[in-house]
């Protein structure tokens, strides 16, 4: 989350002093260069760890049997690499990894690392094997599909025998699925034998795991080291993490919405570096010289020498491809008629605007007019001056939908996993006076409110927010806030429940040698909790709604409390606050409508149902591997899923939705329109939007504070 202030300033000082050493040599300390660089990033995240982490923990016995247990599942979860006497060879580590992490050390590491090298071949010998066998699909037997409820395998033997099941199971669901589509009544195609059909899906299933196989080849030690080094700032919580180059600026892609480059989507084949997509608007787009299916075969700076990518991993390619926007970068391209042409492209900001907030205007039939809705599915912020920010897009849509005279809003954050700390501070502004927003508390410091100062409410009307049990962060945020203040209503499922904020820094504004080594990549770290107004915690507990609304998920783990080294609930002294705008007065009889509503409505009855199957099915983890087996097996599963198949995919006749009018110049590009088309059809088979609906109906008719704000516009229309 982006949050900066004196005290992280202070924070980066302790860790610039802490880190101000002078590394080793490798003649210095016998480390060959790879493992001095990962010596320096360990010794550089475990110290910035120890001064900066909300909640540091002791490096003991309990970390390293905790490190342990990680890495080992992350390395091989499915327990489909490693043997009971490789674990043996393991444990004699389990309780000092703590001894080797504080002396900078890789003992551990380096065991795990060359017995999953030595398998992971294995394994391909394994498959090698049982890919050419002619499986017995007759024989009664099963595979057990969640690695939790697996042991590791007995030895070689028992390890080969799990991949012939998974290879079984592979064919299997495959050759099923082909079987049951010629099995449809509508089907017209030719009907194949089911011999043909197993023939046909063992090769596609050979075809993909030999791509796999050959992707894994090309996974380095650093991205193993990776993981192992994210295994232990996980134990401090799971929100901290190492980010290799690539990934923190991918991350930064995803926050921002933009991307500095060339504007195409990549993808590795082979040997070969393929475009896969053409971002619209983006230079290669422009040019009109590269298109899908083209191959690129070298990547050249400007001024400098020509890179042949041939075998190079796809991340590796990316990141010789972006660069400063107004920077040049020349690409060979092999044409799909074999023909190799040069293109010279500008590096350009290339929006995604799929990430960005967008309203429209809804109709409840014969019972209310003219409410707006705005999508927000992240709260996205470049970090740079001058970057793409969602509260000024909220603010955007929200004056769009004023000039239409809306009765009320419609706040979507469902599946928004949070963002800009300070962009939802300033959406919260658009609907309160002024006052204190959240408040973010360091680990031994006063907590710091962040205030909305602003006294000017771009919007004076009804308000709600819908959640789910994926929304989270800056989305609890906000919603907290709105509930807080009795500004307005939230809607939906329990929150995900993450009340922290992480900050990123890069480990190599701490190092003042090595520039052979560099660069190092960055940390993002738990540094503070934020506390909603009223003193509580959205950690762990998340934000409940007033009116909580059934849902699929609902007897799922899901949000922060499943996670295993989460951070704990807790709280401190609310602060002073007021608001004059809407204050709501009989929530009650909200919830009590809406109650009565949901209980007679079939569909969320259905829902009901459908959330206690899942559970139910959740726990069925072995499946058979005889084609009859399967085959009745999917049968009763489908019997039980029919029912429920078509709950949202019916339109909801009593609901009608609409575009602002200002968005209407922009819609009548083709790609735009049919995005938009198929966007304005999904919200119309949204129940959760109805329902919604109806709960803004209620409000507008029975809350005295918003009849000075409803006798005030000419479209308000209300049944009563």
Known sequence: MKFMNYRSSIIIAIIIGFLGYK??????NNLTTIDERESIILKSVMSMMNQGHYAPKPVDDAFSKAVYKTFLERLDGNKRYFTQSDLKKFQQYETSIDDQVNSRTLTFFDIVYEVYEKRMKDSKLYYDEVIALQHDFTKKESIELDGEKSVFAKDENDLKDRWRKLIKYEILTKTHAKFDKQSKPDYKGEKIAIADLYKESNNEVKKTFDTWFERMSKLRRSDRFELYISSITNYFDPHTEYFNPKEKQDFDIQMGGKVI????????????????????GGPVWKDKRIEQEDIIIAVTQKGGERLDITGMRVDDVVLKIR???????????????????????IREEVNTEETFAKSAIIDLNAELYNIGYIYLPKFYSSFEEGGNSCAIDVAKEIEKLKKENVNGIILDLRNNGGGSLTDVVDMTGLFIESGPIVQVKGK?????????????????????????????SASEIIAAAIQDYGR????????????????????D?????REDLKPFGSLKITMQKFFRVNGGSTQHKGVVPDITLPDIYRYMDYGEKEYEYGLAYSEIDAVPFKQNVVLLEDIPYLVKQSNERVAKNNDFSLIEESALLRKKNKEMSVYPLSFNGYNDYMKKREAEYDKFKDLFSVSRENMKVKNPKEDLPNLEEASRKAKNDEWVKGLQKDIYLEETMFIMRDMIKNEKSLVAFTKGLKSTEIKN
């Open 261 to 280: 480059g060339i504007g195409a989507r990549l993808s590795q084949e082979g040997e070969y570096i393929k475009v896969v997509e053409v971002v619209v």
């Open 444 to 472: 031994e410091s006063r907590p710091f409110i962040n205030q909305d100062k602003d006294k000017q409410v771009q919007f004076t009307g009804p308000i709600i927010i819908m959640v789910n049990q994926f929304s989270a």
């Open 323 to 345: 660069g400063k926007v107004g920077t040049e970068v020349i690409l060979d391209v092999k044409k799909k008629d074999g023909s190799i042409i040069k293109v010279n492209l």
């Open 488 to 507: 307005g209503i939230v809607v939906g499922s329990t929150t995900f429940g993450k009340g922290t904020v992480q900050r990123f820094y890069e480990i």
């Open 509 to 513: 504004r701490f190092i003042n040698d």
């Open 23 to 28: 590394m080793l040599t490798p003649t210095e």
